[in-house]
């Protein structure tokens, strides 16, 4: 009797861990654990909205803007609030717009934060579905929502980093499916909110011209130029420099002591033009190896792909499928090369990347054990408030094996 009961114990343990080991990498089971992680986090995210205090840093400014705005100024220079001047471009001042209409000129925060909480489990649901156009392992995705700091960028800090984030995700999944031109018009709508989306277009770029070719790539860039003009055209009829230097200046400088990243370098140096040249050379060539080592390989290389490109211009450039794991892969490893060479990053800057720090983690090589080093390491460098020398250095070494990962892995996706 003993010996059956043994027996029976044994093959039930054995039939819960096949079960448990099916759930976290059998493809068919991925919507269950994705419904799940999503289910969980937006109960979580409601927990932190009633019990966590809400912070004020630049939503009061957001609502001073709008106000301004709306008596009718419509010179970039001339719109400021506590926080600074308006620096972000059109699409910003749309959207903050219409939040000020629905809460009650930014008095409701309960209401705010619950419109916050709904476009982050929108950026949750966005997110797994990118996985799973990049076959992603169903694991991966019990790691999205354990970002203490994330959450808090959405839901305590009611930042506008989070609709370009969304806009964004909404880009990549449309073009995981071929739908390029409605992809254009959510990366348009991600840029006109904050240009930090722009570290997207070298990866867009190749994606592009592989799958459609030099013609209709130009398109695609005319109808973002296009866009852009349409969704600013108030104030550049009031003046085209004015709204261009503040919402597309290239050359801004951070605040050294508000910066997650380099803080391990001094002062002087982080804020010299000869630093920012430096990165910004690491920048370019870095993403110039990829391109010309890296994103074009089953191609037959960068210049089987340019020439055929270039000598039959209406025609795609590649031949290779440009798979959704593809597309994924190459658009945020884009996005991460830039965040590695930003002079600043400030706290709310994570968002940009945190979510698809799992995903690229898996695109290398490391055992899973290193890739969930990186990711603990990432999460704890953003969470040290404020930065210090050691979580600033840590976040750069982490960040930086993880695009040697992504390098010495699989950068066109596996």
């Given amino acids: ?56 840093i630049d939503w009061e400014t957001y609502m001073v803007q709008v106000d301004i705005y709306l008596n009718g100024e419509r010179d970039y220079m001339k719109i400021s609030g506590p926080t600074g001047p308006l620096v972000y471009p059109a699409g910003h001042v749309h959207i903050h717009r219409f939040l000020y209409c629905i809460t009650d000129v930014g008095r409701n925060i309960y209401r705010t934060q619950q419109i916050y909480g709904g476009l982050y489990i929108l950026s949750l649901v966005l997110s797994c579905a990118i996985y799973r156009g990049a076959n992603a392992p169903n694991w991966t995705l019990l790691l999205l929502p354990l970002s203490k700091r994330l959450h808090s960028i959405f839901v305590l800090r009611l930042f506008n980093d989070c609709w370009s984030v969304v806009f964004i995700q909404a880009a990549i999944l449309a073009f995981q499916h071929s739908w390029d031109d409605l992809g254009m018009l959510f990366f348009s709508a991600g840029l006109s909110v904050k240009m930090s989306a722009l570290l997207y277009l070298p990866g867009l770029l190749v994606i592009l011209f592989k799958r459609h070719g030099f013609l209709a790539t130009l398109r695609h860039l005319l109808v973002l130029a296009c866009t852009q003009t349409l969704a600013a055209r108030s104030f550049l009829g009031s003046n085209v420099w004015s709204y261009l230097h503040n919402a597309f200046d290239l050359s801004r400088v951070f605040l050294y002591k508000w910066t997650v990243n380099w803080r391990f370098i001094d002062e002087i140096t982080f804020l010299s033009a000869g630093w920012a040249r430096g990165l910004l050379l690491g920048h370019l060539s870095v993403l110039v190896a990829f391109g010309l080592f890296r994103w074009c390989r089953s191609d037959g290389g960068v210049a089987t792909v340019l020439s055929r490109g270039l000598r039959r211009p209406a025609l795609p450039a590649g031949l290779a499928p440009v798979s959704p794991d593809y597309v994924a892969t190459v658009l945020l490893t884009s996005n991460l090369i830039g965040i590695l060479f930003a002079r600043s990053l400030h706290y709310q800057f994570y968002s940009w990347y945190a979510q698809q720090i799992p995903l690229l983690a898996c695109r290398t090589k490391y055992p899973v054990v290193s890739q969930l080093a990186i990711m603990i390491a990432i999460e704890y460098a953003w969470n040290v408030f404020p930065s210090t020398p050691m979580s600033s250095g840590l976040l750069a070494a982490a960040n930086v094996l993880l695009v040697m990962g992504v390098w010495l892995g699989y950068p066109e996706g596996r």
């Fill in 1 to 56: 009797m003993s010996s059956q009961t043994s027996t029976s114990s044994n093959s039930l343990i054995h039939s819960l861990y096949a079960f448990c080991r099916s759930l976290l990498v059998d493809q068919k089971y991925f919507w269950v654990i994705a419904c799940a992680v999503v289910i969980g986090d937006a109960v979580l995210t409601q927990l932190i909205i009633r019990f966590v205090p809400y912070t004020e």
